[in-house]
């Protein structure tokens, strides 16, 4: 887990903990992790130290002060989710059946607990200047969501939801909206002030799975909401009101809206030469094979998932959306079309460029400091959009590193990259002479 600058990481290696530094490389480094430990990456701030989430216990590390570390543990209570404060001064852990939070401080060693936790998709959100927190909670059968102040974890605001089975809260970026959204089994999305008072509901259908996902532009003038439908509703911040909506077809029919591919390299022979298939010896041992964009021409039609009727959590509706940093884009997944992204331009409401994998994608996320995108599928690449083009890029390294997920440092020049046991850092170069999908600010304009 990184701490909150992301200026250093922390893994297990083996019986030893590695770090690396955020600066520049000129490779990418790796480190493997133990099955047994849980890694993950964060969006945080101060760089004090490393933390390594083992199934039930909490240890932290000084990169300032090598000799100093700390163990954290839950006791019989158990531990299920970890995560840091805004600050980087402390620890939130959560116990087994959510009976509590407990808020661990790494510079009084005082301790603090928060009670009735929700059990539920995403029931904290912190706001982006770090001073407020949001956790939802159940209470006697009830919705609640409690305010909390950072700084002293003091309670600010409790007040109930009109939610039947919260599912998810999250702060716009200005800090003033609070979104509440409810369970799939009911479309309402709720809109709360910083002293509980409801602003708005929304609701788009009824008798129908409802809410999948849910994004803030940063300028916390939009609110995407994702549904099962298939749909995405963008909702503005003056009266609430859905403004448009965009569908995702199976099968792309205007001219205007570019269609990227995913196509394996063809290598090219010399006169004369025959291309023969691998030896069986070799052919485990093969390395993947190069790939690149190709542009089609419409009518595209794009490869779509039948959902399993009768199976819980149908593979349908937008799984992922996020808003690039300028809030000129918007990409989305659908789950349904498991292998496409589909990139919306904001400013005109329509769909912008749409790019097909030869594999689902797994994860996608936003350069912090310009409006490029990057994707992974599970395999070892990592695939980058600007406006200006696409790219395909091998994840360097020995061995098959498959990326499951993905993460942007702040300052946007590197990325984090996780598999299944390893972590990668990769760095990307800015200099004039990179290629036009590592694009810099004001591309798009």
Same mark, same amino acid.
């Given at each position: 887990?990184?701490?909150?600058?992301?200026?250093?990481?922390?893994?297990?290696?083996?019986?030893?903990?590695?770090?690396?530094?955020?600066?520049?490389?000129?490779?990418?480094?790796?480190? #493997?992790?133990?099955?047994?430990?849980?890694?993950?990456?964060?969006?945080?701030?101060?760089?004090?130290?490393?933390?390594?989430?083992?199934?039930?216990?909490?240890?932290?590390?000084? +990169?300032?002060?090598?000799?100093?570390?700390?163990?954290?543990?839950?006791?019989?209570?158990?531990?299920?989710?970890?995560?840091?404060?805004?600050?980087?001064?402390?620890?939130?852990?959560?116990?087994?059946?959510?009976? *509590?939070?407990?808020?661990?401080?790494?510079?009084?060693?005082?301790?603090?607990?928060?009670?009735? %936790?929700?059990? /539920?998709?995403?029931?904290?959100?912190?706001?982006?200047?770090? *001073?407020?927190?949001? +956790?939802?909670?159940?209470?006697?059968?009830?919705?609640?969501?409690?305010?909390?102040?950072? =700084?002293?974890?003091? +309670?600010?605001?409790?007040?109930?939801?009109?939610?039947?089975?919260?599912?998810?809260?999250?702060?716009?970026?200005?800090?003033?909206?609070?979104?509440?959204?409810?369970?799939?089994?009911? !479309?309402?999305?709720?809109? !709360?002030?910083?002293?509980?008072?409801?602003?708005?509901?929304? /609701?788009?259908?009824?008798?129908?799975?409802?809410?999948?996902?849910?994004?803030?532009?940063?300028?916390?003038?939009?609110? &995407?909401?994702? =549904?099962?439908?298939?749909?995405? *509703?963008?909702?503005?911040?003056?009266?609430?009101?859905?403004?448009?909506?965009?569908?995702?077809?199976?099968?792309?029919?205007? @001219?205007?809206?570019?269609?990227?591919?995913?196509?394996?390299?063809?290598?090219?022979?010399?006169?004369?030469?025959?291309?023969?298939?691998? #030896?069986?010896?070799? &052919?485990?041992? &093969?390395? #993947?094979?190069?790939?690149? !964009?190709?542009? &089609?021409?419409?009518?595209?039609?794009?490869?779509?998932?039948? @959902?399993?009727?009768?199976?819980?959590?149908?593979?349908?509706?937008?799984?992922?959306?996020?808003? =690039? %940093?300028?809030?000129?884009?918007?990409?989305?997944?659908?789950?349904?079309?498991?292998?496409?992204?589909?990139?919306?331009?904001?400013?005109?409401?329509?769909?912008?460029?749409?790019?097909?994998?030869?594999?689902?994608?797994?994860?996608?996320?936003?350069?912090?400091?310009?409006?490029?995108?990057?994707?992974?599928?599970?395999?070892?690449?990592?695939?980058?959009?600007?406006?200006?083009?696409?790219? =395909?890029?091998?994840?360097?390294?020995?061995?098959?590193?498959?990326?499951?997920?993905? /993460?942007?440092?702040?300052?946007?020049?590197?990325?984090?990259?996780?598999?299944?046991?390893?972590?990668?850092?990769?760095?990307?170069?800015?200099?004039?002479?990179?290629?036009?999908?590592?694009?810099?600010?004001?591309?798009?304009?």
């Amino acid at each position: 887990m990184c701490t909150p600058s992301r200026s250093f990481t922390c893994t297990r290696a083996w019986t030893r903990s590695s770090t690396s530094s955020g600066r520049r490389t000129p490779s990418s480094s790796c480190a #493997p992790c133990t099955s047994g430990d849980r890694f993950s990456l964060t969006r945080v701030r101060s760089c004090v130290v490393g933390l390594r989430f083992c199934p039930l216990r909490i240890q932290v590390w000084s +990169l300032e002060q090598p000799e100093w570390h700390c163990r954290i543990d839950e006791g019989s209570a158990g531990l299920v989710a970890s995560c840091w404060s805004p600050d980087g001064r402390h620890i939130l852990n959560t116990t087994e059946f959510h009976l *509590r939070i407990t808020v661990w401080s790494l510079c009084t060693k005082s301790v603090s607990y928060i009670k009735y %936790p929700k059990a /539920c998709q995403q029931g904290v959100s912190f706001t982006r200047d770090g *001073r407020y927190m949001a +956790l939802a909670e159940r209470r006697d059968c009830q919705d609640h969501v409690s305010v909390f102040v950072c =700084s002293d974890w003091q +309670l600010l605001r409790h007040f109930d939801t009109e939610t039947q089975d919260l599912a998810g809260i999250e702060w716009a970026p200005n800090g003033c909206v609070l979104a509440v959204w409810d369970t799939c089994l009911e !479309y309402k999305v709720l809109l !709360y002030s910083l002293d509980g008072r409801l602003l708005s509901a929304y /609701c788009a259908y009824e008798w129908s799975l409802g809410i999948k996902s849910v994004a803030w532009s940063p300028s916390s003038q939009f609110l &995407a909401i994702g =549904s099962y439908d298939g749909k995405v *509703r963008i909702l503005n911040h003056v009266t609430w009101k859905m403004i448009t909506e965009f569908g995702h077809p199976a099968t792309i029919n205007n @001219p205007k809206i570019v269609v990227y591919k995913e196509a394996e390299k063809t290598p090219r022979l010399a006169p004369g030469r025959l291309a023969f298939p691998p #030896p069986r010896a070799a &052919a485990g041992v &093969a390395s #993947p094979a190069e790939t690149k !964009y190709e542009i &089609a021409s419409v009518p595209v039609s794009l490869q779509t998932l039948k @959902p399993v009727a009768d199976r819980a959590n149908p593979k349908i509706g937008i799984g992922a959306l996020a808003f =690039s %940093p300028d809030s000129y884009f918007l990409a989305t997944r659908s789950d349904s079309v498991p292998n496409a992204v589909w990139i919306w331009d904001i400013q005109k409401l329509r769909l912008f460029v749409v790019l097909e994998q030869l594999s689902p994608v797994r994860s996608f996320q936003w350069d912090p400091q310009q409006p490029r995108l990057a994707i992974c599928t599970g395999g070892g690449k990592v695939y980058l959009w600007s406006p200006a083009g696409c790219v =395909s890029v091998q994840v360097p390294g020995e061995g098959d590193f498959q990326v499951l997920s993905l /993460c942007w440092h702040l300052n946007g020049d590197s990325l984090a990259l996780l598999s299944k046991d390893h972590f990668c850092l990769c760095f990307l170069e800015t200099e004039d002479r990179v290629g036009t999908a590592f694009g810099r600010p004001g591309d798009h304009t």
